[in-house]
């Protein structure tokens, strides 16, 4: 089993809402911060948001506070991430992640994790 598989992307006109999925093994998921990121075409992969282990501590970037929630389901080791009022600057590949680190005011993702294939979300009308 691959460590973290995402799902849920898709094609949406701007205003509209999607929520991605991230499966991750037990190993990988269990009582670890886990978070989204996302690369744009041209672009350096970016922070998006995290949940902590427990699920009771959240995070996110600047352009997406408001509108995404970070969630997470122990019993499933699954991750969401709710995305609404979606714009076009929210067009990339969404990873998720384990294990994230927070320093310097920025999250990481520790490299332990491979990232997995990602899912294409496309905010265009």
């Known amino acids: 089993q691959a460590p973290l598989v995402e799902s849920g992307g898709g094609l949406v006109q701007p205003g509209e809402s999607l929520r991605l999925s991230c499966t991750a093994s037990a190993r990988t998921f269990s009582g670890v911060t886990m978070g989204w990121f996302r690369q744009a075409p041209g672009k350096e992969r970016e922070f998006v948001a995290a949940?902590?282990?427990?699920?009771?501590?959240?995070d996110y970037s600047d352009a997406v506070k408001g509108r995404f929630t970070i969630s997470r389901d122990n019993a499933k080791n699954t991750v969401y991430l709710q995305m609404n009022n979606l714009k076009r600057e929210d067009t990339a590949l969404y990873y998720c992640?384990?294990?994230?680190?927070?320093?310097?005011?920025?999250?990481?993702?520790?490299?332990?994790?491979?990232w997995g294939q990602g899912t294409q979300v496309t905010v265009s009308s």
């Open positions: 992640n384990s294990d994230l680190y927070r320093s310097g005011g920025r999250w990481y993702a520790p490299g332990s994790v491979s």
């Open positions: 949940i902590s282990g427990t699920g009771g501590s959240t």
